[in-house]
């Protein structure tokens, strides 16, 4: 029988308490991988009720398929709310998944490490924006976005003598939830923001 990430998680003595409150967690592939993809390009660098907004308008405004962005004019995805940047990202996006073909099945058989090669050759996809694919849009299990704030302040709370800029001592303590890691971030988030990336 599988084991069951959550009763993983609920017998380490920092996560535990979290897990016990939250209750179980799934870790799922996205029903449409590219829409996550945009959604992750909106919240970059901006607060979740900023990019909430924006993906409204967007959603409204154009069909979000990669076809559906490439068609879109410029200035109907700035009218959205997206800047001159994240137009660019987003078209860029979309042009990796028409001339790549891209989809969870391209994907399925490569590793953590290859996906984020893959994903962080398109510009405007940095390290953050690709695990949150790895997680969100691919529903890998192992995954620890230590470039999230909220996922640092989680750290720094659970574990107080972690300061919030110490990335590699706070991939260092992950290591005791692997492989599964990425519920252990969903908990993270839970217990500072109320919610996910």
């Known amino acids: ?43 970059q660098q901006v607060s979740m009720e900023s990019a909430a907004a924006t993906r409204e308008r967007l959603f409204d405004a154009i069909e979000v398929t990669p076809e559906g962005v490439l068609d879109a004019d410029d200035e109907i995805l700035r ?9 660019g990202y987003v ?3 979309a042009r990796a998944f028409v001339e790549n073909g891209y989809s969870r099945a391209y994907f399925e058989g490569m590793d953590d490490d ?20 790895l997680l969100f849009s691919l529903g890998r299990p192992d995954v620890f976005p230590v ?17 919030v800029e110490d990335r590699a001592a ?12 990425s519920y252990a971030s969903l908990y993270l988030w839970r217990a500072v923001e109320g ?3």
Request: charged share 30%; no cysteine.
């Open 91 to 93: 078209n860029n996006v």
């Open 114 to 133: 290859a996906v984020r090669a893959e994903l962080t050759s398109i510009t405007g996809v940095g390290a953050w924006t690709a695990d949150m694919q």
């Open 170 to 181: 706070m991939r260092d303590r992950a290591e005791r939830w692997a492989p599964y890691r």
């Open 195 to 197: 919610g996910d990336s």
């Open 79 to 87: 009218d959205a709310g997206l800047s001159r940047q994240k137009t």
């Open 147 to 163: 470039g999230d704030l909220g996922i640092r302040k989680g750290m720094a709370r659970l574990f107080e003598d972690l300061a």
């Open 1 to 43: 029988m599988t084991p069951d990430p959550n009763e993983s998680l609920r017998a380490d003595s920092k996560l535990g308490p979290a897990v016990d409150a939250v209750g179980p967690l799934r870790v799922e592939p996205a029903e449409d991988f590219f829409a996550r993809f945009v959604v992750s390009i909106l919240r």
